[in-house]
């Protein structure tokens, strides 16, 4: 079982930015995707952007297309997600997965009851706030 290790977040102001980063023991291409999932309290977990490891495809919210980026060092068996032009209801609990045998759209669809995920990072609270 891959062993995901997060990194990154914390606090910053509307209109910042912030970077994950999602270490993936035993390899990242061992997966078809690797994603990003906020969760915030009373609200169920929110796919907000994945990727699939085959072919590159990315898949982003509409809450944070075109602020946000994915991606990856294949070398280093790392994926983040880059966080741009910040805005408080981005504030939650993100935590990184990795899947087979779907790809980006797919997994950013699935509910974290998905059978269909082979492990998760330990989470990292982002805050945004003024």
């Known amino acids: 079982q891959p062993h995901l290790v997060q990194s990154g977040g914390g606090s910053a102001q509307p209109g910042e930015s912030l970077r994950l980063s999602c270490a993936i023991s035993g390899g990242l291409l061992d997966y078809s995707a690797i994603g990003w999932f906020r969760q915030v309290s009373g609200k169920e977990s929110e796919g907000v952007s994945c990727?699939?490891?085959?072919?590159?495809?990315?898949w982003y919210s509409d809450s944070v297309k075109g602020r946000f980026n994915i991606s990856r060092d294949n070398v280093k068996s790392v994926v983040y997600l880059q966080m741009n032009s910040l805005k408080p209801e981005g504030t939650g609990v993100y935590y990184c997965?990795?899947?087979?045998?779907?790809?980006?759209?797919?997994?950013?669809?699935?509910?974290?009851?998905?059978?269909?995920?082979?492990?998760w990072g330990q989470g990292t609270q982002v805050t945004v706030s003024s």
């Open positions: 990727m699939s490891t085959k072919d590159d495809s990315k």
């Open positions: 997965a990795a899947v087979s045998p779907f790809g980006a759209q797919a997994m950013c669809a699935m509910g974290p009851e998905s059978p269909f995920f082979k492990s």
